[in-house]
């Protein structure tokens, strides 16, 4: 069944149709999110505040775009108003910031050299700024087109391919300098 019967059939009251839509796409949906907020709980979270604010807007679905294309952008949205949300309860509680956790030593085990290399990535993931953490996230993450990147931020593609080149040459940066390059 395709995603446009699915919201016909909800829209007619069948409430398994949405339900058929939310296990399409719950994975997908979490994995952008937990991209953006780095963390399982706030990503479950974002999950569940997607769902339901799909849940109450599919009624009003207009079809300009796909059911998958319009449920990424409240993902999105709904994941950088996060990330938002965390900057200003860190800046509130700035005594946080100074606790850190204390690096391993480096050990010659691969697996650990790769984890920590997935770690330096994601840290600077996190300071990019929001447009270019979006688009560099459904890109490389999500390995979405620029076209489906474009629809889900309203926004064109000559623009997102700035922005993916800046966030990659700032993640590069920021491994290099992290390494001592």
């Known amino acids: 069944m395709t995603d446009l019967e699915l919201v016909d059939r909800f829209r007619n009251g069948e409430e398994s149709a ?3 839509l939310a296990l399409r796409y719950k994975e997908r949906i979490y994995w952008t999110a937990r991209r953006f907020v780095n963390d399982h709980q706030d990503a479950d979270d974002i999950v569940q505040e997607v769902l339901w604010k799909a849940y109450e807007g599919l009624r009003n679905f207009r079809s300009d775009s796909g059911v998958f294309t319009w449920l990424y952008r409240i993902a999105v949205n709904t994941s950088l108003n ?3 949300k965390k900057r200003v ?3 509130l509680h700035f005594d946080e910031l100074f606790e850190s956790d204390s690096p391993e030593s480096e050990r010659p085990d691969e697996a650990l050299e790769k984890e920590e290399e997935r770690s330096l990535i994601d840290q600077a993931v996190q300071r990019l ?4 953490k979006a688009v560099f996230v459904l890109r490389h993450y999500e390995q979405l087109s620029y076209e489906e990147i474009a629809a889900i931020l309203k926004t064109s593609v000559g623009g997102l391919k700035a922005n993916y080149f800046h966030a990659v040459k700032k993640i590069e940066e920021y491994v290099k300098r992290a390494h001592g390059s």
């Open 18 to 20: 949405f339900n058929e």
């Open 82 to 84: 996060a990330v938002r």
């Open 89 to 91: 309860r860190e800046f």
């Open 129 to 132: 700024p929001e447009k270019q």
